[in-house]
């Protein structure tokens, strides 16, 4: 069973909370004592170096809470004890363990400072001196220190309620934080089961942190994966109609071979049987050309190269004449040049296919092709049809002019839509008063 998080921040936080205190615990029983005795060694020491520079013992006593007493290193050793106890006592300091041993006597005459430690006992204390000669005389200068362990001993009982305390306010305190925490989590597993589910919704988290953050990250990647599955859907309906058109296309001029085929074996033919067959041929091979080159139109293998559009629109207009008829083409433009750095072979193939377009199936007699200076061409016709929403769709030929005369195989419009995108160029097609415009806007890319 996988643990919550809310449960493994308590136990992590738990788990610190009393590895520190077990810590605290054992520095307070075992290091603390012997760091009290080496402070107060050294608050002795300096006492006494004090008192060397000093006249007045008084203000070395005050500044560092010690007492100091010289006693004459006359006499006995009994009569020297004696004395460090009357003076002692002077001072209101009753000792049950003090002597001052031949030892400590020997030491100081090598001028030696000789420290001791006197415990006390049952007074749970114990009296820290540090003894140095000084002339005929014995400086002895003394500082009380209560029994560590016993105070840590109370210490460490106190952290040890304290701890159990602190548990159980890491408990609640942790409770109410990792709800917090987890809420917005809970509500971002429920949305990435919903997006896995591809039902794309979004998470409303303010949180302020890296959560908040997680949140926008995953309805960015919500955002995404809905256009894309739309892109996908659409292109799934765009292939299943470009097969269906693909199925048309061919299948009329197969019924016809088919047909044609079977009136030459039955002795029908009039002469004009095998000409349409080939006509027939001609036009899926025409068809198979044309899809081909729009399946390709993805491929970026065609050269670089600078060209004057202009110059290229005259070109396949003056190809175009003896194609005319009746009909007329005007080209009119504010520029005399205008350079593209791009792909020739595939402007040619939009621009000729546009222009050719405009000439089988324009209902009139007037074509108007203009190029402006922000490089827009805008090639305009007459037409009939009544509706141009799926204009650009492979294999979509308007019904009116759909005959043997001057139907087309409908993927040259894809075509053109399908490599202006790739260029980066984009395209437009508009109905108004029974003319129908088609857009390409060319410009400079650096």
Known sequence: MKQKIGTKLTIYITFVVIVTFTISLVVSQFFLPKYYLYQLNKKVADAYETYQTKDEPSLVERQFDVTIITVPL?????????????????????????????????????????????????????????????????????????????????????????????????????????RKLTNPLNELQQVAQEIGALNFQQANIQTGDEIEGLAKSINKMSQTLESAQQQLTQRNLDLKQFMVGLTHE???????????????????????????????????????????????????????????????????????????????????????????NTEQEKVHFIVENLISN???YTSGRDIFICFDSHGRLEITNDTTLPDISKIWQPFYVGESSRNKHISGTGLGLATVKSLAEQLGYTTKSTLADGKITFTINFWQRG
């Not at 029908?268 to 027939?280: K, S």
């Open 250 to 340: 061919l299948k009329t001029p197969l019924a016809l071979i088919n047909v044609y085929a079977s009136g030459m074996e039955d002795g029908m033919d009039d002469g004009t049987y095998l000409t349409v067959i080939h006509q027939q041929i001609d036009r899926m091979e025409k068809i198979i050309t044309d899809m081909l080159y729009f399946a390709r139109t993805e491929e970026n293998d065609s050269k670089v190269s600078s060209f004057d559009v202009i110059q290229l629109l005259q070109q396949i207009i003056h190809s175009y004449q003896p194609l005319q008829g009746d009909k007329q083409i005007f080209l009119q433009s504010e520029l005399t040049e205008f350079m593209l």
């Open 74 to 178: 006359e006499g006995s050793i009994d009569n020297l004890n004696e004395n460090l106890r009357l003076q002692l006592a002077r001072e209101q300091i009753a000792l049950n363990k003090f002597w001052v041993s031949e030892e400590v006597l020997q030491d100081i005459a090598g001028e030696k400072i000789v420290g001791k430690l006197y415990d006390q006992g049952k007074q749970k204390s114990s009296f820290l001196v540090h003894y140095a000669k000084e002339g005929n005389q014995l400086i002895m200068i003394g500082a009380s220190m209560a029994h560590f362990t016993d105070i840590a001993s109370f210490i460490n009982r106190f952290n040890f309620v304290f701890l159990i305390a602190s548990i159980l306010v890491i408990i609640m305190v942790t409770a109410l934080l990792s």
């Open 358 to 360: 405009a000439v089988k």
